[in-house]
Antibody, heavy 119, light 111 residues
Framework: EVKVVESGGGLVQPGRSLRLSCVASGFTFDDHAMHWVRQVPGKGLEWVSHIGWDSENIEYAESVKGRFTVSRDNAKNTLYLRMDSLRNEDTGIYYC????????????WGQGTRVTVSS | QSVLTQPPSVSGAPGQRITVSCTGSSSNIGAGYDVHWYRQLPGTAPKLLIYDYSRRASGIPDRFSGSKSDTSASLAITGLQVEDEADYYCHSYDSGLNGHVFGSGTKVTVL
């Protein structure tokens, strides 16, 4: 069974840092690019970042560029999102998603990890 | 404010056909970037319905279909069912933003 499981969320003060992890199982992790997508509860989806299977083709949303860093460790089947200089508006549920090998769509999503930025 | 605009809500009676639009521009849908559709039930993660405009994801019934026209895309649901009540999002790439984008989302209500 294909699974991606996020962790690392929590309550953090503005200006501080947090690192999210996404552990993949049930498929060959390094065959797939990955995304991070976030959502404020009750609001829409917001794309955050993309990383290719080989850690190339890294892209960020303008709202997080220069503050967030995406990376992956294919030997550990794990995707990361390092979030620095956190702001109140970074609060939300963060999902990792697997990119299909046949298309640019996200064909499997994790259950999400909640990040709350507040003093 | 998303560059992909969807109607905030669409409703229909059981058995009816509804469509959800996703309006973009020449830097995303109009540039030929693929469009995908997801459904999100309350409190759960999104799920892929349609990819590459019109291809159904694994296990998705043929009641769901997708299409494209110029700078917009549409998701159609026929034979509307109560369990179709959810939020629906389109997804594409924008060359002006150099990144992926999601639509603003549409809440589908079954009357």
């Amino acid at each position: 069974e294909v699974k991606v499981v996020e962790s690392g969320g929590g309550l953090v003060q503005p200006g501080r840092s947090l690192r999210l992890s996404c552990v993949a199982s049930g498929f060959t992790f390094d065959d797939h690019a990955m995304h991070w997508v976030r959502q404020v509860p009750g609001k829409g989806l917001e794309w955050v970042s993309h990383i290719g299977w080989d850690s190339e083709n890294i892209e960020y949303a303008e709202s997080v560029k220069g503050r967030f860093t995406v990376s992956r460790d294919n030997a550990k089947n794990t995707l990361y999102l390092r979030m620095d200089s956190l702001r109140n508006e970074d609060t939300g549920i963060y999902y990792c998603g697997r990119v299909s090998v046949f298309a640019t769509a996200i064909d499997h999503w994790g259950q999400g990890t909640r990040v709350t930025v507040s003093s | 404010q998303s560059v992909l605009t969807q109607p905030p809500s669409v409703s229909g009676a059981p058995g009816q056909r509804i469509t959800v639009s996703c309006t973009g521009s020449s830097s995303n849908i109009g540039a030929g970037y693929d469009v995908h559709w997801y459904r999100q039930l309350p409190g759960t993660a999104p799920k892929l319905l349609i990819y590459d405009y019109s291809r159904r994801a694994s296990g998705i019934p043929d009641r769901f279909s997708g299409s494209k026209s110029d700078t917009s895309a549409s998701l159609a649901i026929t034979g509307l069912q109560v369990e179709d009540e959810a939020d629906y999002y389109c997804h594409s790439y924008d060359s002006g933003l150099n990144g992926h984008v999601f639509g603003s989302g549409t809440k589908v209500t079954v009357l």
